[in-house]
Nanobody, 125 residues
Framework: QALLEESGGGSVRSGGALRLSCGVS????????MGWFRQTPGKEREVVAR???????TYADSVKGRFTISKDSAKLTLYLQMNALKPEDTAMYYC???????????????????WGQGTQVTVAS
């Protein structure tokens, strides 16, 4: 069973940047689809970015050109570089892992079996 732990959240001003990290334990590799999601109170958890085992990435339209998902397989760590942050990016951010190598088979939150506890990102205007 994979255990995921996020870090790197915090408070920044609009236009600022943050890098989130997600450490994976319980596995000796991360050859599966992983993603970053976010959620605000009263709203459903939404996908932000996903990365397949082959490195293929997809992004929500709202973050394209500003956020970059990446992974370091040797360190068993997933990253989300967030630039040009906006107040509407404020949310709890979660990393997740799906039981598929390709994220084509894991487009939505319910497709992901393993989740971290979340890290809060707050962007002030």
């Amino acid at each position: 069973q994979a255990l995921l732990e996020e870090s790197g959240g915090g408070s920044v001003r609009s236009g600022g940047a943050l890098r989130l990290s997600c450490g994976v334990s319980g596995y000796n590799n991360i050859r599966f689809c992983m993603g970053w999601f976010r959620q605000t109170p009263g709203k459903e958890r939404e996908v932000v970015a996903r990365i397949s085992s082959d490195g293929t990435t997809t992004y929500a339209d709202s973050v394209k050109g500003r956020f970059t998902i990446s992974k370091d397989s040797a360190k068993l760590t997933l990253y989300l570089q967030m630039n040009a942050l906006k107040p509407e990016d404020t949310a709890m951010y979660y990393c997740a892992a799906a039981g598929f190598s390709s994220c084509r088979y894991a487009p939505i939150a319910t497709d992901y079996a393993y989740w971290g506890q979340g890290t809060q990102v707050t962007v002030a205007s």
